[in-house]
């Protein structure tokens, strides 16, 4: 029986000391999935850090666009505003030329003579021209 006890005794030391081989083994594993995924972690929180930055100078840039397009905006509607009020101050005085202009030719024909008188007053200076010319031929 003692050397059946001695047997039993020599197996769960040899099972003990497995065991703690293991658990030893085991507790190695553990450890370095534990780092691996420390570092992990470590690598995320410098990754959000980072693109957070970079999200944030994006940001800052946008508005800084937004802002001055909107400035150039401003200066767009101001030009525009000014380019109608030149249009329609030129629009005005093209009618007020206009408008002169008629009113003028209006006052000529009232200062003219008829048309009739006028043109027996070029038909004359005409006549007087071909006379001279028939004069000139039969003299020569």
Not at 2 to 7: E, I, K, L
Not at 16 to 34: D, F
Not at 57 to 68: D, F, I, Q
């Amino acid at each position: 029986m003692q050397a059946s006890y001695s047997h039993t005794v020599s197996t769960l030391q040899q099972n003990q000391s497995s065991t703690k081989v293991i658990n030893a083994q085991l507790e190695q594993a553990m450890k370095a999935q534990l780092e691996e995924a420390w570092e992990s972690v470590e690598a995320l929180k410098q990754d959000k850090e980072r693109l957070t930055k970079e999200f944030k100078s994006m940001v800052e840039s946008l508005n800084e666009e937004l802002h001055t397009a909107q400035k150039e905006a401003a200066v767009l509607r101001a030009q525009n505003a000014e380019l109608q009020e030149d249009k329609a101050k030129s629009q005005r005085e093209y009618q007020k030329l206009l408008q002169s202009l008629e009113t003028r030719e209006d006052r000529h024909c009232e200062d003219e003579p008829p048309v009739a008188h006028t043109s027996s007053k070029s038909q004359m200076q005409i006549s007087g021209w071909l006379g001279a010319l028939a004069a000139h031929i039969v003299f020569l």
